[in-house]
């Protein structure tokens, strides 16, 4: 069949439009016994219960809490239904409800859902009607010739029907997926999860996934200084005891064989050094097994100046939290020690019920900017990593006091 | 006697030994092989690493105590990769004689190592100075305060377990130098004079609140 150019956008618009009708259409068939059936429901539940208290019923008072958990279990049935509805036709997913939920269930069965219910009704005995009038001449004819007799004029009347049944099927279309707009929207936030819910949940989410990394990373730091503390540092020590050994026992090398032995025996030492200090930056192992206390001793008496230290913990605090402890008095010794030009600094851990704070002053020049600086600025983000609070005062020509609070709080 | 899981470290070390002139009696692997060849065969002095299997945590350190408390003749020189002055303070508790406890990288120096290893078979004491510099970290440090820098620095050597005339030969100076430069720390921190090595060692471990 030739169809004319003109009228193909619209065949094409039509062709696309018929099946989102159907769904639109169907959505409302399905959606009116779904919202049925509560009204129903509550209206039997309150007729026996009024039967009940005018004693003109002869129904047990069993028949109350039945009623009343066939309301429940209604709404939880019908709560499936909607799902099965929204999934089937929408495409869209509500997540499973919880009994929590259930108020928010009972508003939408039994409150919402009859409204919405008397609106679908209404839309399909619209679009019944409008069919009807439309088609009015077509089935004219097969009323009584009584009638039509009686209705002299009819064809005018039945003119009219059918512009308006035309016009009402007309915006069936429109209405429908306007209502099934209106639907959606109220399916999703009564029977789906608030925003409130959401936010909560997402919260969570963050938080169980960021400590996973946070546990991840420390993990990883772990691995790798065992890696280098049974692997490399061994063998390298190895090396040097041996160069140290040919350097005390082959005396009577010539000058130069002599001097390039010397030479790889001061660098592997020099390299066991850098690799130690790698390590320490990263995870001691005495961090795990003594704790915060031991592994902050070993941090100060390694500095180039004079540090005190005092830790007044009476127990251990979580590992991920004495990890970032650790990482911030290692970064900010190595940093008064690059920057401050300091003579001494102090270090000091007290664990005050639920908080780990750590406070490190020096009697440097001062000036740290925790904008400024990357190393405060990894300082800050390691602490917050943990939910951690990170304060420094650093005034110009000091002294600078920085603070960390960490909640040990699992 | 030698127990350390790294066996390269091992070879390395029965080596240095062997030229030194000691003799290895035996060589184990972990904490509960050291125990047995020690039983076995009594060695002067074990040379034992801290770290070992299977925990790799401080059986070491556990094995030299128990070394200490079952065989007191025999010395113990503990290797670790790091220095603890925990691991120190639970040894040097018991007593300092034939003790040492050093940094695993300082075998590297070998005539060094020797000397720490004669001196602590020979009943003496070897500490690492890194154990010595943690222990002054943490001491309150008021008296400390009022020693002079080359003061600090015999105070450290001195907590190493050296003798005289080894702080001498470390700082170049001479011994009567050295002797008076102690007099004055010992009077400073207010410790007892003693005469032989170990029991200054203790004195001043005891003043940095380890023994």
């Known amino acids: ?410 | 006697m030698i127990a350390e899981d790294s066996v390269l470290l091992r070879i390395g070390l029965v080596k240095v030994l062997e030229t030194a002139g000691f003799e290895v009696a035996a060589e184990a692997g972990d904490a509960p092989g050291l125990l047995e060849a020690v039983r076995e065969h009594r060695p002067d002095i074990a040379v034992v690493d801290v770290r070992m299997p299977p925990g790799f945590a401080d059986e070491g350190v556990r094995a030299a105590l128990e070394i200490r408390r079952q065989w007191p003749d025999t010395a113990v020189l503990l290797l670790s990769q790091y220095v603890e002055e925990r691991y120190a303070a639970d040894l040097l508790s018991a007593n300092t004689r034939g003790i040492g406890y050093l940094l695993k990288q300082r075998v590297a120096d070998v005539e060094e190592f020797i000397e720490a290893l004669r001196r602590v078979a020979d009943g003496g004491t070897a500490l690492d100075p890194q154990v010595v510099a943690q222990l002054l970290v943490r001491r309150p440090s008021d008296p400390l305060e009022r020693l002079t820098a080359r003061e600090r620095e015999v105070l450290t050597l001195m907590a190493e377990g050296r003798s005289n005339a080894g702080i001498a030969g470390q700082l170049v100076v001479s011994e009567s130098a050295v002797a008076k430069h102690i007099n004055s720390i010992l009077a400073k921190l207010d410790l007892p004079r003693a005469d032989a090595d170990h029991r200054r060692v203790l004195a001043v471990l005891h003043f940095l609140g380890v023994a």
């Open chain 1, 1 to 410: 069949m030739n169809i004319p150019p003109w009228l193909r956008p619209g065949l094409v618009r039509l062709r696309r439009a018929l099946p989102r009708l159907r769904r639109d259409l169907l959505f409302a068939a399905v959606g009116v016994p779904l919202h049925a059936l509560p009204p129903l429901l509550a209206l039997w539940a309150l007729t026996q219960l009024a039967g009940l208290l005018e004693g003109t019923s002869d129904a047990a008072p069993v028949l109350l809490p039945v009623a009343l958990g066939g309301m429940v279990a209604t709404a939880f049935t019908l709560t499936e239904g909607q799902r099965w509805r929204l999934r089937r036709l929408c495409g869209v997913d509500l997540p499973r409800l919880r009994f929590t939920q259930a108020r928010r269930q009972f508003g939408y069965h039994f409150l919402a859902g009859p409204l919405l219910g008397v609106l679908e009704a209404a839309l399909l005995a619209l679009l019944l009607a409008g069919l009807a009038a439309a088609s009015v001449f077509l089935w004219i004819w097969a009323l009584p010739a009584e009638w039509r007799l009686a209705n002299m004029g009819y064809a005018t009347e039945a003119g009219y029907a059918t512009a308006l049944g035309l016009a009402a099927v007309a915006v069936v279309p429109p209405l429908a997926a306007q209502l099934l707009r209106l639907e959606n929207l109220l399916l999703t936030s009564l029977l789906g999860v608030g925003r409130a819910e959401e936010l909560a949940r997402r919260v969570e989410d963050l938080t169980r996934s960021r400590a996973g990394a946070v546990d991840a990373a420390d993990a990883e730091r772990r691995r790798i200084e065992r890696d280098l503390h049974d692997g490399a540092q061994q063998r390298l020590v190895s090396l040097a005891l041996n160069l140290g050994l040919a350097k005390a026992t082959l005396t009577d090398l010539p000058p130069q064989a002599r001097q390039v032995i010397e030479e790889a025996h001061r660098e592997a030492k020099e390299a066991i050094e850098e690799l130690g200090s790698l390590v320490r930056g990263l995870h001691p192992a005495v961090l795990d097994e003594l704790g915060l206390d031991a592994a902050l001793s070993g941090l100060a008496a390694r500095a180039p100046l004079p540090v005190r230290l005092r830790v007044e913990m009476d127990r251990r605090a979580a590992p991920a939290v004495e990890a970032v402890a650790y990482f911030v008095v290692s970064e900010a010794l190595t940093n008064i020690a690059k920057h401050a030009r300091a003579t001494r600094g102090e270090v000091t851990v007290t664990l005050l019920g639920e908080i780990l704070r750590v406070v490190i002053a020096d009697d440097g020049v001062g000036g740290a900017d925790p904008s400024g600086g990357s190393g405060l600025k990894g300082l800050a983000q390691r602490v917050r990593s943990v939910d951690g609070a990170f304060r420094v005062s650093s005034p110009v020509g000091g002294p600078t006091v920085m603070t960390v609070e960490l909640p040990c709080t699992p």
